[in-house]
Each structure stands twice: as structure tokens, then as C-alpha cells.
């Protein structure tokens, strides 16, 4: 989280991590909050990467218009690949015991 503070010149007031059953994150930009998923801790570091700049980009433009993927474009330029190989991945395991 800290890399990108200085890079995307953002900050954000509050940034947690919590189970999510459907999301990786979460951000909202009144407030400069950000969720993380928990699961991301066992996902690929570069897919966490990707998390941290698009919350922190919603920060900055709270839609995914075309200000959005150009922030990411100029950041973080394999966010595309990272996006659909997060997408691959199931968002929340559920282990069930008997």
C-alpha cells in the first residue's frame, strides 16, 4: 500500500482487510476508504498489486470510464492480464468439514 501513495499521489484515510464472499476489494471515495479481501493473502503478489492500484484509483475517478483505465494504463500496464488472471481465480474458498 505504501509503493503506490507517492505514485498515484492518493491517499486514503482508511484501509482494511475483511472476508468478502463476492469482491476483491472495495472502495469508497467520500469517505477515502479501502477493503481488501482477505483471501488476496493467497492469491499471486501481483494480483494484490493490481487490487491495491484500482481501489486506489477509485480514489481518484470513482467509475471505470475511460479516466480510470488510464490511470491504470499509465501505472500499472499489465493490469488487463492481472485483472483476467484474478478472474480465473475462485474469490473465497469454502472448506467444509464433516
Not at 476483491?24 to 479481501?37: D, E, K, V
Not at 475517478?61 to 483505465?69: K, V
Amino acid at each position: 500500500m505504501d509503493k503506490w501513495e507517492p505514485l498515484l499521489k492518493v491517499k486514503a484515510r482508511r484501509v482494511f482487510v475483511q472476508r468478502m464472499k463476492t469482491r476483491w476489494g472495495r472502495c469508497t471515495p467520500a469517505s477515502a476508504c479501502i477493503r481488501l479481501n482477505t483471501d488476496l493473502a493467497k492469491k499471486p503478489p501481483e494480483c494484490l498489486e493490481y487490487i491495491v492500484v484500482h481501489e486506489r484509483g477509485h480514489l481518484l475517478e470513482p467509475t471505470h470510464n475511460e479516466r480510470f483505465a488510464a490511470l491504470l494504463d499509465l501505472h500499472l500496464p499489465r493490469w488487463q492480464h492481472l485483472r483476467k488472471q484474478l478472474n480465473r481465480l475462485p474469490v473465497r474458498h469454502e472448506g467444509w468439514e464433516f
